[in-house]
């Protein structure tokens, strides 16, 4: 990929904070940006377990990111996500795109089944050097799932993939807040199983590109597509983009390259008018927000904010021995005290 050509030195001027990176670390930030895995999953690690250099590493992976396309694969669980991933995995890398997957892990213990079974199938694609994989399992990072994944999915643009696919199960605040964080996003709909459409969160309807009906070998595929038409014709959310409704078999493979087409009309459309762009600033500006606060939570955390002296103050404030405005104030100015 054309921003792998960058060499350190250059990157290097916009590291976070004027930060200097040791030399192991510039050898793990060199192996990554040309492509290695196991780099990739070291820097990973890192910036998952929120270490110190997580974020020089993700500042001078930052100039190498910006060109590829992120679609996002949100539905309910168990609605073939997985399943679609992989096989627009697999028409990507046949269209000579370098592939990276970012799966979110569902903490639902109903679908606490089906991981197991996505690492072994994404694994399987290993061997392939276009290819890369990764599940997140974190919950309660500093800056929340959202920020993480978004954190994990800049590591695996920089090391050079042109296509990104992010699969989150679509049902809490959570998730919806990592869809958008694509470019594009595919809000997958299955006939039956209670799943009607009139149930959909407003959220998920609203974050839709594409509607994608899977498991259309199944009965109802029909009364799910003229749902979300007379659905769509209450609300115009895009502008002039009126996301189409594709009916997928993700187990036969039937419908995905049709799926694959409207995802090419999207990204043509996108691409047009500074409407990507615009999109990405509004990301940014959601992902600005995470970021700060996280941030003031890791100074506080510096300042000796522990999780202990947290709940010792909530206890306190709970029986009325202490204010919490006057505490906040407190705290806040010793953040910003520090340099
Ligand atoms: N009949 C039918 N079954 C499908 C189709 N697509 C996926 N499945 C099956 O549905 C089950 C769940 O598929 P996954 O791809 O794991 O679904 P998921 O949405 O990723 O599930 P979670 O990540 O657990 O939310 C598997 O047994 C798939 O084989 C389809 O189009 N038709
Ligand atoms: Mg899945």
Known sequence: MESNRFTLGIVEKNLAGGALLSGEQRTLLERLLHGDPRALARAISLVENDAPQAAAI??????????ALRIGITGAPGAGKSTLVDRLARQFLAAERKVGV?????????????????RIRFQE???????YARSMATRGSLGGLALATADVALLIEASGKDVLLIETVGVGQDEIEIARLADITLVVLVPGMGDDVQSLKAGVMEIADIFVVNKSDRDGADRVEQEIRALQ??????????????????????????????????????????RLADRRAEHWQRRLDAMVRAELMRRARRNGLSEEELRRHAARIASGGEDPWQLVSQLAKEVLKEK
């Open 233 to 274: 014709s209450l609300a115009q959310v895009h502008g002039d983009w009126t996301p189409p409704v594709v009916r997928t078999i993700a187990t036969t493979g039937e419908g995905i390259e049709r799926l694959a087409a409207s995802i090419a009309e999207m990204e043509t459309w996108l691409r047009c008018e500074n």
């Open 125 to 131: 694609r290993h061997n392939d050097p276009d290819f």
């Open 58 to 67: 993700l500042s001078a992976c930052f100039p190498h990111t910006g060109g």
């Open 102 to 118: 970012v799966a979110v892990d569902p903490t639902s213990p109903f679908t606490g089944g089906a991981i197991l079974g996505d």
